[in-house]
């Protein structure tokens, strides 16, 4: 069974159809990656299965169970959270306090803590912070208010904020636009980790082609709201009709 999985997933606004019958499937484990062109319905998207937004109509299912419609709260609290395009932080705050905030404000089952029934709550929350900013390379930046930090490390914390509610799967939404070649290396290199150390599930949401086909282990592929191809790399960027979308008949 997948970890995820939308069928006949639609969003419509007044004469719109954004998103239209999407059936989309994400296995535990993987990195899934969704491409299109600008206005493809990819963030409308993302926000129905996020419950940023509320579906017309189809259904949402996580771990089995119909999420279809939920705030976005309580689906943070079922495993799946989300970094944004443009990085969101408490600027300021420390970079440490960004991601206790995220730890204490979210009760998601997978906690290796219940900080409403543990009087040691703090300390756990205090190791898991450490965990995170050390995973993510920012353990020496850790008193550094947010603000101060360079753009790529800015986003780096978001995804340590995303980390800190220990998610089975993390959407990444254009997680290295703005970034310098070395910037961009960096967070591939830090998703790759991120994915293989913590066996989490992740969803990337990205127009630079080298880093799709560098991580995704599937590429779906979105157009005018509907999905038009759906598999490996190498098949996905030989199909003549994504070529056609996606880049005007060049080859991707």
């Known amino acids: ?12 606004f007044a004469g719109l159809t954004a998103v239209d019958g999407v059936n989309l499937s994400v296995e535990a484990g993987e990195t899934r990656a969704i491409i299109g062109p600008n206005g493809a319905g990819k963030s409308t998207l993302i926000n ?30 079922r495993g799946i959270s989300r970094s944004f395009q443009t990085a969101s932080i408490f600027p300021g705050m420390s ?4 991601v206790q905030i995220a730890a204490f404000g979210t009760q998601h089952g997978a906690f290796r803590f219940n900080f409403l029934k543990h009087r040691d709550s703090y300390g756990a929350v205090h190791d898991l912070t450490e965990e995170i900013l050390s995973a993510v390379g920012l353990a020496a930046d850790g008193d550094v208010d947010a603000a101060n930090l360079p753009y790529g490390d800015k986003r780096r914390l978001e995804i340590a904020i995303g980390l800190a509610s220990e998610p089975d799967l ?7 636009a703005g970034m310098s070649p070395e910037e961009t290396n960096q967070t591939v290199d830090l998703l790759e980790s991120v994915q293989e150390e913590l066996g989490l599930t ?44 996606y880049l005007g008949g060049v080859e991707l």
């Open 48 to 77: 129905c299965i996020t419950g940023l937004l509320t579906p017309s109509d189809g259904r949402v299912t996580f771990d089995g169970e119909d999420i279809t419609g939920l705030d976005s709260h309580d689906v943070v609290q």
């Open 202 to 245: 992740i969803v990337l949401v990205e127009h630079d082609m080298e880093v799709i086909f560098r991580v995704a282990d599937r590429i779906a592929v979105l157009h005018r709201g509907r999905i038009i191809a759906d598999g490996a790399p190498d098949d996905v960027q030989g199909d003549p009709e994504v070529q056609e979308a």
């Open 95 to 98: 970079v440490r306090e960004n």
């Open 1 to 12: 069974m997948p970890l995820l999985e939308t069928d006949g997933l639609t969003k419509q």
């Open 170 to 176: 993390m959407f990444m939404d254009e997680p290295t």
